[in-house]
Each structure stands twice: as structure tokens, then as C-alpha cells.
């Protein structure tokens, strides 16, 4: 076994998951960041977004541009963080299909193993219902492809993973929670423009276009940015309480000690 | 949400302490709908505690249908997979406790009607009555939310309203901006001469002398139709 377990910080792992919980329509995809101890225990620290332009059901394939970019993020990550980090492995998500790697999966994930033999897939798996208990449920599982003997087929093998509790978001993390509304921002203006491109819309179509784009950039906000929004602003609320209230408790043994 | 793990609001007993209750909701009790419990390895079922801890906050906040979110979180042994499991209880209720939770996502917040980019081509395509108009000197306003029984052929294009989003149901598929784009490649070489501004007439006003009489117009027109596929 190349790798031994995945350990991943809590807030990768939150960024994970509001990434899978984005979309019931169609997969999504990021890529993980982090290093890979002796004890070949591979540690992620953060993740990055990706974009999919093939969006084909079950065609989760990440380009080599976006792992160039990535390994570029990774060593940003490294400077900022003063640790080694690179690309060790990448996610994707299942909505309503169950959480184990389909035969392309394992495939793609035994062509990433090729260039790197610790690199790692997780898959988050949302959006699923049990009726009859009206359960909802998240799934995620780690694997990485073995091959039982030359010319066979790729098999699953697992690996157990970990989420290591933080205090709190790191900065990474929080950068790249927020990139999601940016990407999806951007993915929507791009085609927006592409059809505009073509020269000859009549006005009707003019309209037309500009009530979808508007209503597609209303539908991200609703759904995600004002959420992540809110989330965030929460939070904030909570760690000003959290000082103010440590801050009282100081005060308190302060004036214990000095009674003493 | 406000976890509360800093001060817990019940004790071993489940009696709630309405004090440390009252500093962790602060102002925000009147918008409280319900509370959350994560567990591990444990059933999906309200425990006894649970229940009259549920009961007194029931109480205490006036809130007759409280809800009772229970998470509880289960591995494999090797603990490669993970599930979190989450049920949405209305325990003040007798029957049908258990509430379907739907998470709104961009796959489920996205609203009827108005979902494809179109080009010129594919207007005249989904329209023929267009063509129609385009030749004959007609009016060319849209006419939101309604869908008229006499007017010319492109005020019958409809915006359809939105519908409140209680419950949101997935949509239909939207057919994706890529297809369309490759689509417009094999339209170029079999349609007609495509729509060009000048070809359709500025708009005039209702009752003017120019305004025609409608023509004749075969399908119910919706820009909720999808596209392709």
C-alpha cells in the first residue's frame, strides 16, 4: 500500500463540503494541497476549486493547465505557509449516486497514481434520501486504484481518513471558500460573452439573454453567495462574543489572583 | 445556528437553565425554529432526554412546532467512509414527525421559465410565426405574464412567472450554453439567411395605424421550452 491514511484538516474538509453541497445538478471537482510524511501519511492542508469544461455525467477530469496552475497555488501555499506542499491528490463530488468511485474514477485515479504514487481521491457523496426514514445523508470516502495483476482492470482500494479538528478557518481555507461564488461568477459571464459575440441578435434575443444571465447571477446569490455570506458574518458575531467572554473570564482570574 | 458548547443550556438531569439558555440566544430567541444535536454511532431516534429537553424549550420559547435536527455521524471500520446522517424531527406533532430537509442548492433554486441563451437562429427556429412577422409589418413588444388571445405573432412570446419558492423542485434540465454554441455551427449552413436587426420592424405602439391585424400562429409559444435536446 502506497499510503498508509489521509489526514484532513477541518477546514479543507468544510470547503470541501460546501463545495459538493453547491450542486445537486451536476459533479464538481477540486483538487487537494498539502504534503506526504515518512510514515507515508498524506496530510491535506487546503484544496482548490476547479472549474469542469467537460461536464459530461461522470467525465470528472482534471486538465493538465489546472495542475500546472495547481502545483503553482501549492508553492504560493508553501511560501505563505513555510511548509512543503504540492498537489497529493483531488475530489470530486456524487450528487445522488453512491459514493464509491465508478470504473472512470478508478481509472483516472490509477492515471494520477502513474505520476505520483501517493496522490489520493476523495469523493463526497450529497443529496442523497432515505424515504422511508426521511434520513438525509452526506457520505465521503478516500481511495486510490491497484491493479491485481499486469493488464487487468483497476480495482478500489481504501484508505482510511481522518478529519483533524481546528480551532479555527485558517486563511488558506477561507480564500479558497470564497473563490466558489467568483468561479461560478465568472463561468456565467464567460458564456454570456461568447453569445454576445455573435454579431447578429435582434433585440428580442438581446432581452432574452440578458433576463437568463440575470437570472442565473440572481439564482448563484440566492443559493450560494448569500448563504456563504451570512454563514460567514455569523461566525464573525460568534468569535467577537468568544473574545469578549474570554476577555471577562481573564478579568475574573485576574482579580482571583490578586485576592490572593 | 448558535452552537452552544461553550455553555451548555441543560444539565444531566435535562433541566434546562433558563439563564445560560437566555445569554446564548441573547436577542435572537424570538427567530429560534428549532435546535440540533450531533451524536455518534447512535440511532436516528430522539433519546429520552432529548424528548423533555424538547418539551421545556417548547415552552419556554412559545414556539409551538419546534423542530429537532438530529446529525449523527457512522464509519467503516477501517474508516475509510464516512457517513453523516442527518433526520428533521417535529416531535409536538403525533404523526409524520419526520420532515424531509432539502438543502436549496444552484441545482434546485433555479426557477421555471426563461433558462437557455438563444442566438437569432434558434428564435426563428423555435418561433416560425417570427419569420411571419419579421415579412409582415408587425409589433414587436413582448407582453410579460400574459398570454394574449389576439395579438401579433411576437407579443405572444411569454415570460412565465416564477412560482414562490417554497419548496424548490428540481427543474427540468436547462440545456447548457455549449450546446447551444454547437448547435449554432450546424444551423449556420441549413437555415436561411439569418435575422438581422434590420429586418425587424421598430416597435409600435397598439392601436397605432401600422399596427396589423394577428396572424395566424400554430404552437403555444413559452420561452420555457428547452432547447435541443
Known amino acids: 500500500m502506497a499510503v498508509t491514511s489521509v489526514h484532513l484538516e477541518s477546514d479543507a474538509f468544510l470547503v470541501c463540503m460546501n463545495h459538493a453541497l453547491s450542486t445537486e445538478k451536476e459533479e464538481v471537482m477540486g483538487l487537494c494541497i498539502g504534503e506526504v510524511e515518512v510514515t507515508r501519511i498524506v496530510h491535506i492542508h487546503s484544496v482548490i476549486i476547479l472549474r469542469r469544461s467537460d461536464k459530461r455525467k461522470d467525465r470528472v477530469e482534471i486538465s493538465p493547465e489546472q495542475l500546472s496552475a495547481a502545483s503553482t497555488e501549492a508553492e504560493r501555499l508553501a511560501d505563505i505557509t513555510g511548509r512543503p506542499m504540492r498537489v497529493v491528490g483531488w475530489y470530486h463530488s456524487h450528487p445522488h449516486i453512491t459514493v464509491w468511485p465508478s470504473h472512470v474514477d478508478v481509472r483516472t485515479q490509477a492515471m494520477y497514481q502513474m505520476l505520483d504514487q501517493c496522490f489520493v481521491g476523495l469523493i463526497f457523496s450529497c443529496f442523497i434520501e432515505d424515504k422511508n426514514t426521511k434520513t438525509g445523508r452526506v457520505l465521503y470516502t478516500c481511495f486510490q486504484s491497484v491493479q491485481a495483476q499486469k493488464g487487468s482492470e483497476y480495482e478500489r482500494v481504501e484508505i482510511p481518513i481522518h478529519v483533524v479538528p481546528r480551532e479555527a478557518i485558517g486563511k488558506v481555507c477561507l480564500e479558497s471558500a470564497v473563490e466558489l461564488p467568483r468561479i461560478l461568477c465568472q463561468e456565467e459571464q464567460d458564456t454570456y460573452r461568447k453569445i454576445h459575440s455573435l454579431a447578429h441578435l435582434d433585440p428580442v434575443t438581446k432581452i432574452h439573454n440578458g433576463s437568463v444571465f440575470t437570472k442565473n447571477l440572481c439564482s448563484q446569490m440566492s443559493a450560494v453567495s448569500g448563504p456563504l455570506l451570512q454563514w460567514l458574518e455569523d461566525r464573525l458575531e460568534q468569535n467577537k462574543q468568544s473574545v469578549v467572554e474570554l476577555q471577562q473570564e481573564k478579568e475574573r482570574l485576574l482579580q482571583e489572583l490578586a485576592a490572593l | ?229
Open chain 2, 1 to 229: 445556528m448558535a452552537p452552544s458548547d461553550k455553555i451548555g443550556f441543560y444539565d444531566y438531569a435535562g433541566k434546562i437553565n433558563e439563564e445560560n439558555l437566555n445569554s446564548i440566544l441573547k436577542d435572537r430567541r424570538k427567530n429560534v425554529i428549532g435546535w440540533y444535536r450531533f451524536r455518534r454511532n447512535t440511532q436516528q431516534q430522539m433519546s429520552f432526554r432529548e424528548q423533555i429537553i424538547h418539551k421545556q424549550l417548547t415552552q419556554l420559547l412559545g414556539v409551538p412546532d419546534l423542530v429537532f435536527l438530529l446529525f449523527s455521524f457512522i464509519s467503516t471500520a477501517n474508516s475509510s467512509t464516512h457517513a453523516l446522517e442527518y433526520v428533521l424531527f417535529r416531535p409536538n406533532r403525533r404523526y409524520n414527525q419526520r420532515i424531509t430537509l432539502t438543502i436549496p442548492n444552484l441545482g434546485n433554486t433555479s426557477q421555471q421559465g426563461i433558462q437557455s441563451l438563444l442566438s437569432a437562429q434558434h428564435l426563428t427556429q423555435l418561433y416560425p410565426g417570427l419569420r411571419e412577422a419579421q415579412n409582415a409589418d408587425s409589433h414587436s413588444t413582448p407582453e410579460e405574464n400574459t398570454e394574449p388571445s389576439e395579438a401579433s405573432p411576437l407579443s405572444r412570446i411569454t415570460f412565465h412567472t416564477p412560482s414562490a419558492p417554497e419548496r424548490p423542485s428540481t427543474s427540468p434540465n436547462p440545456p447548457s450554453y455549449a450546446n447551444l454554441l454547437s448547435q449554432d455551427d450546424s444551423l449556420l449552413s441549413s437555415s436561411s439567411p439569418p435575422t438581422s436587426a434590420a429586418l425587424l420592424p421598430r416597435p409600435q405602439a397598439v392601436g397605432s395605424p401600422g399596427h396589423p391585424t394577428p396572424g395566424p400562429l400554430g404552437m403555444g409559444l413559452g420561452l420555457g421550452l428547452s432547447m435541443g435536446a
